[in-house]
């Protein structure tokens, strides 16, 4: 099957510093990919929509400034955690979508904000 | 409003017994429906996947799901379970309409544990 990697796929960072996720499809284009957000022991929630080309749409609740996507290319969005703090401690994991009913999922990273 | 319930949050099961796990849903219309797994270091995979035709879907790992319109159900199912099948399962919906696919909302996961 299609594959999505994260890097970093754990990281621990201060306060007050910002963080880059990168989420790439390794063997196929996806104009479209998602981001989610899984608390310790919980689901998964669908934080934004990320749009090859153009604006990231972001759910209801999502800061868009503090949670900044960038979908540059075919094979590569970003999600940057700006000024984090301990409450955006969680594990981010993205998805590629190809089409309507199928979607590739990355291992996730865990992010630790100290 | 729209959600998606696994009312089972943990189920143990030995070696060898049949699963079941249950998900109901809460939608406008049917929406697409999912099961996914997932296990620690991996991201999820998908077992098995219902948009329409026949109600008893076939997945991978020998896993199978049932939709029901008239209970708003789709349970996952395997007859033998693998201690391999320990992982977390997550029922899934998606909604139809143009410019949503692929906007996954998840329910809360039910953890399996397999003993010998």
């Known amino acids: 099957g299609a594959v999505v990697s994260q890097h970093p796929s754990r990281v621990i960072c201060k306060s007050g510093t910002s963080v880059k996720i990168e989420c790439r499809s390794l063997?196929?284009?996806?104009?479209?990919m998602f981001w989610y957000r899984q608390f310790p022991k919980q689901s998964l929630m669908l934080m934004a929509t990320?749009?090859?080309?153009?604006?990231?749409?972001?759910e209801q609740g999502v800061e868009k400034d503090k949670f900044l996507i960038n979908h540059a290319s075919l094979t590569l969005s970003t999600l940057t955690v700006t000024s984090a703090h301990p409450e955006d401690s969680s594990f981010y994991i993205c998805?590629?979508?190809?089409?309507?009913?199928?979607?590739?999922f990355g291992p996730g990273t865990r992010l630790t904000v100290l | 409003a729209q959600s998606v319930t696994q009312p089972d949050i943990h189920i143990t099961v030995s070696e060898g017994a049949s699963l079941e796990l249950r998900c109901n849903y809460s939608y406008g219309a049917t929406p697409y429906l999912f099961w996914y797994v997932q296990s620690p270091g991996q991201g999820l995979q998908l077992l098995l996947k219902?948009?329409?035709?026949?109600?008893l879907v076939q997945g991978i790992k020998g896993f199978e799901a049932e939709f029901k319109r008239s209970q708003s159900s789709f349970n996952l199912r395997k007859p033998s379970v693998h201690w391999s099948d320990a992982a977390e399962y997550f029922c899934a919906v998606a909604p139809l309409e143009l410019g949503s696919w692929g906007k996954l909302q998840f329910g809360a996961g039910t953890q399996v544990v397999v003993t010998p």
């Open positions: 219902y948009f329409s035709g026949d109600t």
């Open positions: 063997d196929f284009q996806a104009t479209t």
């Open positions: 998805s590629a979508l190809i089409q309507a009913d199928t979607q590739y």
């Open positions: 990320s749009n090859e080309g153009s604006k990231a749409t972001y």
